[in-house]
């Protein structure tokens, strides 16, 4: 009989999502010393941020099929060591393809803590408990970047390199690796739907629609977070604390989101977001100094209830696609986010062009381009004002399907 440390396994499962968390916040705290120490373009950083995004789907689609027969404990080992290997060959990197080479592994094993850690927690719990310890392990992808945010902060503002500000993502690394050490592992629960059915289902026209609804929620919260440092570093406030408030907001407030949901509905939620998300961009782009952080709590609102609202919907109007489904939305918010990095990181050399062949200098180059970029990016939340308003009028008197709660949280939800 197996003799399951709940406590155990659930602090180990928190601290690997806080290592997936720190990874998120440190590199995007770094990205400008490592442009500058490698001599990489905007572009080039684009592409090394991207292989964290890419390699996350693609863990998380693999290993979330394969779960049931595979085992979580098999899958956080191969997280360890994805993690261990992806952290020390960034420190040890020596231009662009070592960085390519270690974010990918780092990213993989940020998904393989996702397709892991969130059935072995529905699976070791039961009723309102699970329901409270899975709010509980989410807060910490949140609440890890704003952990990380600081960190970075303060590090560079000491002037300690990148490679220490990469090492401290070791500390919950090796903690989690400690903690899951020599246990015993819930046993996988049996899905309720066939896969066959789960293909039939995701073929609807409404799936492929939020389907592409994912890919521009997902750029629209991961696009100004991951290039806070090149587009807010001249704006006349510290990047690292708008992430940091940015992600603190939405750790409150999807601690909270029951009751939110529950007044406006899915919808409903996600059209406020869509609209919350622009205004914060837009304003972004337009303002410098103080001002910067009331734009940043405005974009924090919007972006705060993208991704889970996005699977909740899925579970509650296209329920027989299953775990899979939102399995695969996830893999496309992820994937989306990997494919615009090098866009975005092309649009800030392009701007940064356009601003010095108009007599721009100094910091006032990186000003201009860093608002340009944000201009551009407030096209992907405008869109998801007009198609969740569409999708409003659409489902306003249809009646959401029933569907077994833990299919919605066996969903990585970052």
Known sequence: MQQINQARLF?????????????????????????????????????????????????????????NTFGPKRIMWITFMSHLLGIILTIYANGFW???????????????????????IADTYTGSQLNKMMNRFHM???????????????????????????????????LYAVL????????????????????????????????????????SEFGPTQWVGPILGKAGASPMLILALVTGLMAVGRYFAGPIVHRFNTVGVLLGSAVFATMGIVLMSQVQGPLLYVSAVLFAIGVCYFWPTMLGFVAEYVPRSGALGLSIMGGMGMF??????????????????????????????????GQSTLSNMAVFPAILIVAFGMLYFVTRHKRPAQVPHSDILQEPQP
């Open 11 to 67: 602090n180990a499962s928190c601290f690997a999502l806080i290592t997936t968390a720190l990874s998120f916040s440190i590199r995007a705290g770094i990205l400008t010393q490592l442009g500058t120490e490698f001599h990489l373009s905007p572009e080039q950083l684009g592409y090394v941020n991207s292989m964290a995004f890419f390699g996350f789907p693609i863990a998380m689609i693999v290993f979330g099929a394969l779960y």
């Open 98 to 120: 070592g960085l390519l080479i270690s974010t990918f592994f780092i990213g993989f094993g940020n998904g393989c803590t996702e397709a892991a850690c969130n059935p072995m």
């Open 140 to 174: 910490w992808f949140p609440g890890g970047i704003v952990i990380g945010s600081l960190v970075s902060k303060f590090m560079t503002d000491a002037g300690l390199s990148w490679q220490l500000q990469m090492g401290v993502i070791l500390v919950p690394t090796l």
């Open 180 to 219: 899951f050490w020599g246990q015993d592992f819930p046993s996988p629960r049996a899905e309720a739907a066939s896969t066959r059915e789960n293909f039939k289902a995701m073929l609807s026209p409404l799936y492929l629609f939020m389907l592409g609804c994912m890919a521009l929620t997902a750029i």
């Open 336 to 369: 989306s986010t990997s494919i615009f990095q090098p866009i975005i990181g092309g649009w800030i050399e392009t701007n940064t062009a356009l601003a010095t062949s108009a007599g721009l200098v100094g910091d006032a180059v990186e000003l201009a381009a």
